[in-house]
């Protein structure tokens, strides 16, 4: 009987233990749950945070890009303004640029008629100054041939330089000495250039006067007080004549030059027979 009642005490006192250790159990279960749950609060709260300061900067950063682009909106709308005042800007300039081209078009169009106009204006004055070296060449040649004899005897000489003609004449052939009346054989000597004169176009013929430095004196000075009235009158004489022979007297013309244009040394007598003497030459017409 007692060792029953030991045996129930003993497993009532199992019970217990048994109960208690349990209970522990549960309890430290119960704790460690309740650490796991403080540490997980403890790192969510730092989740929290961290994530809450994340929060706070992406809307900085929001309100900051929605600043910028308020901004590029204004700056878009500014560029548009300014793309269509460029733009109108352009096309006026294009339009001056194009009236310009079409200007210069024009005037290069102007010029080149111009040109070819000038061309052949060239051309043409090309053709008559070809004419007219002809015309004087040909005269050189016929005044060569109608007085070789003279040339030959030295008392005229005929020279051609740049289409002007000058038949330079001794004043003894044509004058004697302190006269100024052409003598019959200097009328002879001027009548063989007549023909030749005649046929002369587009030119005028001056009669030029020239003597030598020797001052004329005694009374002969009563008709030719200097050299500048014998020279004048020399020259005169020459032009007239070629006049009464049918030479259009609108195209002659007469010049004294005295003792002022020497061709050679008045020193000498040689000198001063050539510095005595008519030239009539071809010059342009005014």
């Given amino acids: 009987m007692k060792r029953l009642v030991y045996l129930a005490l003993a497993g009532v006192v199992s019970l217990s233990l048994s109960g208690c250790l349990v209970a522990e159990s549960r309890y430290l279960q119960k704790v460690e749950e309740a650490d796991g749950l403080t540490k997980e609060l403890g790192s969510l709260k730092q989740k929290h945070a961290a994530l809450t300061s994340d929060n706070s900067a992406l809307k900085a950063e929001y309100e900051k890009l929605k600043s910028e682009a308020a901004g590029l909106a204004k700056d878009k709308q500014a560029l548009s303004k300014d793309k269509e005042e460029l733009e109108t800007v352009l096309k006026a300039k294009s339009d001056t640029l194009s009236q310009n081209i079409s200007d210069l078009r024009q005037k290069v169009a102007n010029l080149e ?109 009563r008709q030719f007080p200097t050299n500048w009235e014998l020279s004048s009158a020399r020259a005169i004489n020459v032009a007239r004549y070629l006049q009464q022979q049918g030479i259009d007297p609108a195209i002659l013309s007469a010049a004294a030059f005295a003792e002022y244009k020497p061709v050679a040394d008045n020193s000498s007598k040689e000198g001063r027979a050539k510095n005595r003497r008519i030239e009539i030459t071809l010059v342009a017409k005014d």
Avoid at 146 to 153: D, G, Y
Avoid at 212 to 220: P, R, S
């Fill in 113 to 221: 008629g111009e040109n070819k106009k000038l061309k052949e204006d060239i051309a043409a004055l090309q053709r008559i100054k070809e004419e007219k070296v002809k015309e004087v060449s040909s005269t050189y040649e016929k005044l060569l041939q109608n007085m070789k004899s003279e040339i030959a005897l030295g008392q005229v000489t005929i020279s051609e330089l740049k289409g002007k003609l000058t038949v330079n004449m001794e004043a003894a052939i044509l004058f004697d000495s302190g006269k100024a009346d052409v003598k019959d054989d200097g009328l002879e000597i001027l009548l063989k250039m007549i023909d030749t004169l005649k046929g002369v176009k587009d030119k005028a013929i001056r009669i030029e006067g020239h003597t030598d430095n020797v001052q004329i004196i005694g009374a002969l000075t």
